[in-house]
């Protein structure tokens, strides 16, 4: 296969933190100078919200660029897939108006080599997180981690067998028969039906087939021909089974790593990464925070920022701008742009303060603890910045911004190390401005 030079660069996008950092907000926007837009990791655990000229959309598995004419969708071999989520997505764009399809010039493309998930992952997801004596992570409670077990454990089942009725057949004979056992010996659950769920499942595959294809080869495909790919990344690089706060993660590769493997288009083809992160910090589920907020500081940005889970609802730790988090996550990411989302957020803070350094024994560090209990000894220490206390909302020239809202944003630029491309002054389409550099690397 030829490599033709590209005329607009591919670009990896990501959650440069814990999650929820507007990723779909971002997507939405740059979809418009991309042909196609991948997810790379992840299942219907992300829950990214776009809203354009008031309209909102939560998506889940599918990437943000179908909502824009002329963009592909593609879910790669790196995702988990619910077959009964997915298809509750598309109907959901559908009713919606939107025009999604399938086959050979359809929106939206999935990878064959994609796994799925089934009804006993999530079996024994909420067995294992709600067992006396285990050590609870908090999860989305979608079946992630169980479908990445099989996947690794090469005990999964692929979309291109969900296709096969008689593979289907007997490997959720086989996989009932296993994780039913399991279940009930050790949570004492009730078993699944494997009858049942083949009948469910064979008839969704009916409905999927139309939207399989190899991505792999869709995608280097389309990048040869001059066509640029966003990658989309779902949770946060802090989130990564690899690189995250682990245990507290989820079970797959959400950094730029992932990009590659999870949808088979190698690194040099890939232009640049850019990084999202909020203004300040949030997590969802359990997992150290060193800068988390437990007064009513916290509580203001939870409110400004309307932290609460776009799927779940659960509300969202807040804290302050962590920068050697931001540091680590570029790092591991070789993240060139940052996009800084929900400035409007601290608006009405009369000071800012930005953790610039871990304390660790009395020392001032950047280094991470590799072990998440190293985290309770983190003193973080901070610079406080003065806040701008005047809106920024909607505001879509730099220039605009309040001066020390500029100051702020530089302070993150220099001490980050990535160049800010993007800024968010809130959750609509138009509220977003770009820097000159990014618009014209973007081209
Ligand atoms: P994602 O998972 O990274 O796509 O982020 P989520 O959609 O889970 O959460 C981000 C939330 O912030 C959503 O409700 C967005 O609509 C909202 N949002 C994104 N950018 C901005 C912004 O600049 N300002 C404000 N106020 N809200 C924003
Ligand atoms: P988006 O793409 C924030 C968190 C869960 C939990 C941990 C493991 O919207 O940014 P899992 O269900 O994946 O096994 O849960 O990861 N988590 C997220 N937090 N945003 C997400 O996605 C997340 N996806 C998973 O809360 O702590
Ligand atoms: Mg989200």
Same mark, same amino acid.
């Given at each position: ?94 009713? =919606?108006? %939107? ?6 010039? !359809? $929106?939206? @493309?999935?990878?064959?080599? *994609? /796994?799925?998930? #089934? ?96 991505? =792999?080869? %869709? ?6 021909? !001059? $066509?640029? @790919?966003?990658?989309?990344? *779902? /949770?946060?690089? #802090? ?98 742009? %940052? ?105």
């Amino acid at each position: 296969m030829s490599q033709a030079k590209q005329s607009r660069p591919s670009a990896v996008i990501l959650g440069a933190q814990w999650g929820d950092e507007g990723k779909g907000k971002i997507v939405d926007v740059l979809s418009e100078k991309f042909d196609i837009v991948a997810r790379y990791a992840g299942g219907h655990n992300a829950g990214h919200t776009v809203i354009i000229h008031g309209r909102k959309f939560v998506l889940q598995l599918i990437p943000c660029g179908v909502l824009r004419p002329g963009c592909r969708g593609v879910i790669g071999n790196g995702v988990v897939l619910d077959p009964m989520a997915f298809l509750a997505e598309v109907k959901k764009l559908r009713d =919606a108006g %939107l025009p999604v399809e399938g086959g050979a010039n !359809g $929106q939206l @493309v999935v990878s064959n080599r *994609a /796994q799925v998930i #089934l009804p006993y992952h999530r079996m024994i997801e909420l067995a294992a997180e709600t067992a006396p004596g285990r050590q609870t992570i908090g999860t989305t409670r979608r079946g992630i981690g169980p479908a990445y077990e099989d996947k690794i454990h090469r005990n999964g089942l692929r979309v291109i067998d969900l296709l096969n009725p008689s593979i289907l057949r007997t490997h959720i004979n086989n996989a009932c028969h296993e994780k039913n056992t399991i279940a009930h010996a050790l949570f004492g659950t009730e078993p699944l039906d494997p009858k049942q769920m083949y009948e469910d499942y064979a008839r969704a595959a009916e409905q999927i087939a139309p939207f399989v294809a190899d991505t =792999a080869v %869709l995608l280097n495909d389309a990048i040869t021909a !001059g $066509q640029n @790919v966003l990658f989309e990344g *779902a /949770q946060g690089a #802090l989130l990564d089974i690899d690189h995250g706060t682990y245990p507290f993660v989820t079970s797959s590769s959400s950094t730029a790593g992932g990009a590659v493997t999870g949808t088979g288009v190698g690194p040099t083809r890939i232009g640049t990464v850019i990084g999202v992160t909020k203004a300040y910090v949030t997590r969802v589920g359990e997992g150290p925070f060193p800068t988390e907020i437990d007064d009513h500081a916290g509580e203001l940005l939870r409110a400004r920022g309307q932290e609460y889970g776009a799927v779940t609802g659960r509300p969202r730790r807040c804290g302050w701008l962590d920068l050697p988090l931001l540091r680590y996550s570029n790092m591991i990411n070789s993240t060139e742009w %940052l996009v800084v989302t929900k400035m409007d957020v601290m608006d009405e803070c009369a000071e800012i303060p930005v953790c610039t350094g871990y304390k660790i024994d009395g020392k001032v560090t950047d280094v991470i603890p590799a072990d998440v209990r190293g985290f309770k000894s983190i003193q973080p220490v901070y610079t406080t910045l003065p806040g701008w206390k005047s809106s920024t909302e909607g505001i879509t020239e730099y220039d605009k911004l309040p001066k020390k809202a500029q100051a702020y944003l530089e302070f993150i630029e220099n001490e980050s190390g990535a160049k800010i491309g993007m800024i968010s002054t809130g959750p609509d389409r138009v509220q977003t401005m770009l820097q000159p550099g990014f618009a014209e690397m973007l081209g």
